[in-house]
Each structure stands twice: as structure tokens, then as C-alpha cells.
């Protein structure tokens, strides 16, 4: 937590007021730096407005007003709206006084670059600087914080950085940062995963799932997603958390950049595609560990439930319905005749 004496903090901005941003921008009011927030949806403002934020009517003010400007948003495309609109923050800097420009969403690094430039060509310096660690690394200011970009614009930051994560890794130049994200969104994707493997498996066998998160959790297998997964999964709790549809977004940005460097990455495209089937079942507002209802639907079996039980909501239609040994599905008997 920053430490700095009463006056010396710089004003930060804040535009993008999520389920992460909110919870970032209310540790830096914690942390005693003024703050002055932004946000599409006015309203989402109105808690941290009565902590003591201040409100500015649009992006540009608040690279105006603030030292220290960050964003916080869905997708490339909302950040590129959010910098070059008119009243965008690129509008608001001033060569002579320009803030350090953060950018802590999940974007495609080449996004970055390009809003990296344009900002240098009007005097800012702008860092790429997306986060790992989720809602509640957001919550208790203990993200992991990946920059690329210049390293003294990093030191002007930092201590802004550090009021809302523990590690603040300079990882490049521009577009590093969200390089590094896309690889820690490979590994967050297969291990969920993984770990929706496992439990279908273990439970269909007849095991209890808590048990084996429990095991799991004291070995090899243990990590960051399964301990803080496992519970909700155990639990059915699909309440977002992250989305599912931000996590696709981070898969196609790394399957994008992938195909661009000629890289085969076997195991995300997979993943993606389960990412793809909840999405078409509607959930994409759900969080991302709906991803093991995609494999309890292949495996027929709800984790958690008696052994064959399926889900009543995930329950086939009678054609899909499992055949036994004795009745082949009803596609092959019509090719056999
Ligand atoms: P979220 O809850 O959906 O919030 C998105 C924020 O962006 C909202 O404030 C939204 O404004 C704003 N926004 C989106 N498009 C906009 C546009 N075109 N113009 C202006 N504002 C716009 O998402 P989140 O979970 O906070 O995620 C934010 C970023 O962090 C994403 O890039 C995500 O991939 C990344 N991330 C998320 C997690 C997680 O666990 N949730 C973890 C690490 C990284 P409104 O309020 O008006 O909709």
C-alpha cells in the first residue's frame, strides 16, 4: 500500500468503473489519492462519488485534470473509442503538463502499440498495463500488474500501480504488457479447464467433488484457479466474476496474435471452442467457469450429482439422449441401413 506524505500524491483518473475498475479506483481513494472517475453508464459513479471521487464530464477531462489516467474497459475497439474520441483522452493532453496515459484492459498488444504512438506524437507517455488476479485480486489490491512501455514513465506510475497490485513487473516495450496478459490467459483458460476435466471425471466415478478439490489443492495440482474457482464451482455459482465473454475476447486476441507469428497453439484452440459452445447456450454474461457445463453436457453428468444424472437445465433432446451398448445412436443405424 502507498505511503507517500498527505499532498504529494498526484491526481489520478479513472474511466471505466466495472467489476474491476470500481473496485481499483475505490483502493486508490483508500489510498489517498485524489481521484477524479468517468464512467458510460453515469450511475456506476454515484458510490464513488460519495467516498469522495469527483466526477468529470467526459474521457477528456479527465486527461486533463489527472497526472495519472487510467482506463479500464471491454475491448480494443472501447479503448481506441475512449482515446481518439473528440472528447476522448487523447483530446486532453497537453504537451506541457501531459499525464502518463495506463491502460490496464485486456486489448491486442498491436492496439497498444498504435495508441502508444499516438499518444508519444502529442507529448504522453502511454503504458500498457493489463492485470491478472480477478474481481477479487481487484477487490483486495493484490494484482499482478504486466507494463510495457517506457520505463520512467512506468517510475511516475508505480506508486499508483502499487496501491492496486503486489507485483508490478516491467515485462517490454509497448504491447509487452498485453503480450504477457495473453499468455497468463492461455494458462487461466487450460486450467479451468483442466479442472473441469478432472471433476466431471472424479464425480461421474462416483467420488465427491469436494474431496477432490480438497486433495488436489495439496498437490501438483494445485494453483490460483483452482482455489479460487473450485469453491464457486462447487458451489454452481456462475455469477461473474469474469465474464465468459471477456475471456473469448482474450482467447481470439491470443489465437490472433498467434496466427500472426506462425505459433500452433493447440490446447487454447480447444478451449476456445468450449468457450464458444457455452456462449451459444447463452451464458456468455456468465462467468467463465461456466466453460465446465460444456463438458458436463459432453460427459452427460451434472459434477456433483449421482453418478448419470444430468443437469435438469442441460437435460438433451431425446435425439441426442446417450444409447446404450445394445441400441447404436440413431445417426449410425441410419447409415448402417
Ligand atoms: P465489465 O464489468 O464489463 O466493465 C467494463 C467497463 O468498460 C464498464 O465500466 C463499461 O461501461 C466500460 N465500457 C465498455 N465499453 C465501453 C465503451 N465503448 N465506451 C465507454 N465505456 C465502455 O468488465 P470487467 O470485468 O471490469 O473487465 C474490464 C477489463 O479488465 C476487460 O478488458 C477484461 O478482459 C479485463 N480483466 C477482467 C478481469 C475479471 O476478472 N473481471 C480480470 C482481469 C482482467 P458501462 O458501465 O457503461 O457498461
Redesign the pocket.
Known sequence: MVRNEPGTRPVVGFV??????APMARNLLLAGFPLVVW???AA?ADALAAEGAQRAVSPREVAERAQIAIT????S??VE??YRAPQGLLAGVTSHDAPVLVD????APRVARELAAEAAALGAAMLDA??????VGAREGTLSIMVGGDAAALERARPVLEALGTRVTHVGASGAGQVVKACNQIVVALTLEALGEALVLGSKAGVDPHAIVEALGGGLAASRVLEVRGPKLLARDFE????LD?HA??LAIVLATARELGVALPGTAVVEQLFHAERSRGRGEADNSTIVRALEALAQHTIGADAGAADAADTPSSDMRPTSDAEPPRVLREREQ
Do not use: A
Open positions: 471505466g468503473l466495472g467489476i474491476m475498475g464512467n458510460r453508464t456506476r479500464m474497459l471491454s475491448d475497439p472501447d473509442e475512449i490496464m484492459s485486456t486489448i493489463p492485470v491478472s488476479g480477478g474481481d461473474p466474476g469474469f465474464k471477456l475476447k482474450d
